[in-house]
């Protein structure tokens, strides 16, 4: 299991500088709601950082983040943002067991091929300490493709995901939302985010 696609590792290296300047005008719009679910300086992986403006808001919140992304541009990019060292980790390398109390994924899982996902899911789950969080968004639509810059994208139905989710590990409960969003590609479409907690 590789967790990654190449061709989108590969945009992500050539356009770190550009790429990591966008979307300077916030972080995502569902972390703090996240975040005001777990306790005071609870531990924090992020997965796919990017530029690090989500993981600069929640050290600003106290918490104990340790940012990640697959791609060492952007990695370190995100490090001179957040005043820390930033691991390069692809998802498939995640091995840790039962250590953080939430995994934050905004906007990355979704370039994880379809056959891949199950193997990251469970992963997170085990990463996990017994009770943690775990956020996800992906962009909705059914299918698989790539966009005008050549990424992947698995493109999951809320239905889609909720079953790749149930069948990847065992989460006690699991919240589930679709809205409508953009993306650096500048096209709006749906988008699905979920919510799951490993059982305590």
């Not at 966008?22 to 992020?46: C, Q």
């Amino acid at each position: 299991m590789s967790g990654y696609d190449a061709r989108t590792l590969a945009f992500y290296a050539a356009e770190a500088p550009v790429y990591s300047a966008s979307g300077s005008s916030g972080v995502s719009r569902h972390l703090d709601g996240f975040l005001d679910r777990l306790p005071a300086g609870a531990e924090i992986l992020e997965l796919g950082c990017g530029g690090g403006r989500d993981a600069a808001h929640m050290i600003a919140r106290g918490f104990a983040v340790d940012p990640t992304d697959g791609v060492a541009e952007i990695a370190a990019k995100a490090e001179a943002k957040v005043g820390r060292p930033v691991r390069v980790m692809r998802f498939g390398e995640l091995a840790d067991v039962c250590r953080y109390d939430a995994i934050w994924a905004s906007a990355s899982l979704l370039h994880v091929p379809r056959a891949d996902l199950p193997d990251v899911l469970a992963r997170i789950h085990r990463a996990l300490k017994p009770g943690g969080l775990h956020f996800a968004s992906y962009k909705g639509g059914g299918r698989e493709g790539r966009d005008r810059f050549g990424r992947y994208f698995n493109y999951f139905t809320r239905e889609e995901l909720e079953s790749v989710y149930r069948e990847a590990a065992r989460w006690d409960w699991l919240d589930l939302a679709e809205g409508l969003g953009g993306g650096y590609d500048g096209v709006q479409g749906p988008w699905v985010q979920i919510t799951v907690r490993r059982p305590a």
